[in-house]
């Protein structure tokens, strides 16, 4: 048997061995619940939506219940998120067609051409926000919301249940709190809360379990190119292989990008939406900084020590880490139902 000063400097140094394990480690995800997750998208403008959704599907650590449709053509949204979940085999998850604000198609249309929604194997729920409800109210356990999109649904949803906030964590791409869009040394109006400040502020006034959010600070600066993107374009798994596919389409649709045929085939668009489904999974990669924001009528998100505390991911311990997790995420198998 050790000495007793020689013990206590044994067990001084396995805590100290622990201690310093990455969490990840110590405890392997597929040890732990997956977190049950709804996904709040208005997929089908801006292309990150799709890769964000590929991206929940593909983390073990998700458990994804319900995918809701947020803004605008939300019925249109539907198509895309359905196609996404056939072409995954994950047509198990039902999706919620959110409040229905135009008829726009938006840039990603012809992935969807003739697409017929009444033919999803799955369940299409046609009133999203009372789906997304009826899901948090039903869950045993706490869920997580992963909002990526201008958020009426979830205005709309805390107006009709406020009790849906205390049951939820809330995992959201909005704001900008330093920087602007391409790292621009000042904030600036951005889109998620521009296109509907009034939803954007109940949103980040809401009495959530917990809240983090990823302004254009962080999610703004994330691109996948090189040997990285290399190995998504790349992928022979038929979802990947659709992800490149409706990146075609939506570059077509977009004259900066129809313009620069080339850009599609050396790098993706900036992933936003990817670093809120990052959120839901681990903070581990960012710094984090925590303010009230108040939302003016113009989308800014302005610092106000008044206003319901909030975490923001502010800065990147690592954005190289971070790209390559995405990659490996992608990359990787898609979770099982
Ligand atoms: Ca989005």
Redesign the pocket.
């Given at each position: 048997m050790a000495h007793p000063a020689l013990r206590a400097v044994i067990v001084l140094l396995s805590s100290a061995t622990l201690a310093a394990v990455p969490q990840a480690v110590a405890q392997p995800p597929a040890a732990r619940a997956p977190i049950p997750v709804i996904l709040d998208?208005?997929?089908g403008?801006?292309i990150?939506?799709t890769w964000a959704l590929i991206l929940a599907l593909k983390s073990p650590e998700l458990d994804v219940k319900l995918v809701v449709t947020d803004f605008g053509n939300t019925e249109q949204r539907a198509k895309l998120v359905a196609r996404v979940l056939e072409l995954a085999g994950r047509t198990d998850i039902p999706i919620g067609i959110g409040i229905k604000e135009n008829d726009d198609p938006g840039p990603q249309a012809d992935w969807v051409k003739g697409y017929d929604l009444a033919k999803y194997p799955g369940r299409v729920l046609k009133d999203g926000v009372q789906a997304l409800i009826d899901t948090v109210m039903a869950s045993p356990a706490p869920m997580t919301l992963i909002a990526?999109?201008p958020p009426p649904n979830l205005k709309a949803a805390l107006e009709r249940e406020p009790r849906i906030a205390g049951k939820l964590r809330l995992a959201g791409?909005y704001g900008s709190i330093h920087l602007g869009y391409d790292g621009k040394p000042k904030p600036e109006p951005e889109w998620?809360v521009k296109a509907n400040p009034a939803a954007a502020r109940a949103l980040l006034a809401a009495p959530w379990r917990d809240a983090i959010l990823t302004p254009l600070d962080t999610c703004g600066r994330v691109q996948l190119s090189g040997e990285r993107y290399a190995r998504v374009r790349g992928s022979s798994d038929p979802l990947l292989r659709g992800l490149v596919e409706a990146y075609g389409t939506w570059c077509r649709n977009r004259d900066w990008c129809a313009k620069d045929p080339a850009f599609v085939a050396v790098k993706s668009s900036t992933l936003?939406?990817c670093v809120a489904v990052y959120l839901a999974v681990s903070r581990d990669l960012v710094k984090t900084e925590t303010t009230g924001v108040r939302v003016t009528d113009e989308g800014m998100t302005v610092p106000d020590p008044a206003a319901r505390p909030l975490v923001w991911a502010t800065e990147w311990k690592s954005l190289d880490g971070f790209e390559e997790w995405l990659t490996a995420r992608l990359t990787g198998p898609t979770t099982p139902r």
């Open positions: 998208t208005d997929i403008d801006d990150d939506d990526i999109g791409m998620n936003f939406d």
